[in-house]
C-alpha cells in the first residue's frame, strides 16, 4: 500500500532561521510527488510537482528536492508569512488502459515562524 | 490562473437532509476530486471524475454520490446528511489524468447537527 509520511509534524522557527520539511514515501513506481501550502481554513495551493530522483524546484524561499525515497522541502530565511501547514503527495504509475490514478497525501508539517 | 469556485464556504444543515456541494472550475480540466479532511486523518478522497458523466469511487465513497454533467461543474450529494459527515469538503481539478498538480477550491465547513 502507498504510504506518505510526513516530519515533524510541527516546527517552529524564528524569522531568518532555516530548515527543511521531510516526506517520506513507499509507492510501486512513482509518476509525481506534489507540495502544497495550506493556510488554516482555506484549500491546499499547490506548490511543486518533482518526477525523478534528482530534481529540484524553486519558488521564492522554498526549494523542493526528490530522492528515491523522500522529498525534502528546504525553507530559506523564511518569513512569518510562511507560517501554514505544508502537505505532501504522491501519485503512483497507473498500469491499466483509461481513469486516472489518485493522490496520496500525508498529514502535513504545520510551520509557525515567529517574527 | 486556475480558479475552482465552491457553491458555500459554510452550510449547516440537519441530520437525514439531503446536501448539495457544487464546485466549477474555469480552466477546462479534465479531471475533478473530492475530498474530505478531518484533523488527524488528513486529506481522504471521497470520489473523482475523469471526464463528463464518468465518476471512480475513491477511499471513502460510502453514504456520497456525485454527478458530473458537464466538464466544469461537478456536484458532490449526501443523500441522507449524518452527524459523522461534519466536515470541511475540498474539491479540485487537474488537467490531465497523471502527473499533473490538482487545483483546490476555498473549501466548504459543513456542520450536520
Known amino acids: 500500500e502507498d504510504q506518505v509520511t510526513q516530519s515533524p509534524e510541527a516546527l517552529r522557527l524564528q524569522e531568518g532561521e532555516s530548515s527543511s520539511l521531510n516526506c517520506s514515501y513507499t509507492?510501486?513506481?512513482?509518476?509525481?510527488l506534489f507540495w502544497y501550502r495550506q493556510d488554516p481554513g482555506k484549500g491546499p495551493e499547490f506548490l511543486f510537482t518533482?518526477?525523478?530522483a534528482g530534481e529540484e524546484k524553486e519558488k521564492e524561499r522554498l526549494k523542493a528536492t526528490l530522492t528515491k525515497k523522500e522529498s525534502f522541502l528546504h525553507i530559506t530565511a523564511p518569513k512569518p508569512e510562511d507560517s501554514a501547514t505544508y502537505l505532501c503527495?504522491?501519485?503512483?504509475?497507473?498500469?491499466?488502459?483509461?481513469?486516472?490514478?489518485?493522490?496520496?497525501f500525508g498529514k502535513g508539517t504545520k510551520l509557525t515562524v515567529n517574527p | 490562473d486556475v480558479k475552482v469556485t465552491q457553491s458555500s464556504r459554510y452550510l449547516v444543515k440537519r441530520t437525514g437532509e439531503k446536501v448539495f456541494l457544487e464546485c466549477v472550475q474555469d480552466?477546462?480540466?479534465?479531471?475533478m476530486f473530492w475530498y474530505r479532511q478531518d484533523p488527524g486523518l488528513g486529506l481522504r478522497l471521497i470520489y473523482f471524475?475523469?471526464?463528463?458523466?464518468?465518476?471512480e469511487k475513491g477511499d471513502i465513497p460510502e453514504g456520497y454520490s456525485v454527478s458530473r454533467e458537464k466538464k466544469e461543474r461537478f456536484s458532490l450529494i449526501l443523500e441522507s446528511a449524518s452527524t459523522n459527515q461534519t466536515s470541511m469538503y475540498l474539491c479540485?481539478?487537474?488537467?490531465?489524468?497523471?502527473?499533473?498538480?490538482?487545483?483546490f477550491g476555498p473549501g466548504t465547513r459543513l456542520t450536520v447537527t
Open positions: 518533482l518526477y525523478s
Open positions: 509507492v510501486s513506481g512513482l509518476r509525481g
Open positions: 503527495a504522491v501519485q503512483r504509475v497507473r498500469i491499466t488502459q483509461g481513469g486516472s490514478e489518485k493522490l496520496v
Open positions: 479540485a481539478s487537474s488537467l490531465g489524468v497523471l502527473g499533473f498538480g490538482q487545483y
Open positions: 480552466m477546462d480540466h479534465e479531471n
Open positions: 471524475s475523469y471526464d463528463v458523466k464518468m465518476k
